[in-house]
């Protein structure tokens, strides 16, 4: 019969995966979109588009960092429309 090998193994340490910054959409083209009575902020840009709910960090031409929740967006070659779902607000940075 052959051998078993009966020593315990070390179990191995789960990998750590270091959450990244969320990266910073520019350049981006700063436009209002209508919604009922209201004037809401959204960008133009060209990219990835972003899921609904997300995040975003944007970079605007004065220099000022936003960020804004994602309430709808379209993508068609390459360019995405973002509307954001209570406009967005600087970051202090």
Request: glycine share 8%; no cysteine; proline share 9%.
């Amino acid at each position: 019969m052959g051998k078993v090998n009966m020593q315990k193994s070390e179990p191995e340490a789960p990998e750590v995966i270091e959450p990244k910054a969320p990266e910073v959409i520019e350049p981006v083209r700063l436009i209002k979109i209508a919604r009922g009575d209201k004037n809401y902020p959204a960008i133009i840009y060209n990219g990835e588009a972003p899921q609904i709910g997300e995040t975003l960090l944007m970079r605007l031409d004065n220099g000022v960092t936003y960020t804004g929740t994602v309430y709808d967006m379209t993508a068609v070659s390459g360019e995405v429309l973002v509307e954001f779902t209570d406009g967005i607000s600087p970051v202090q940075e």
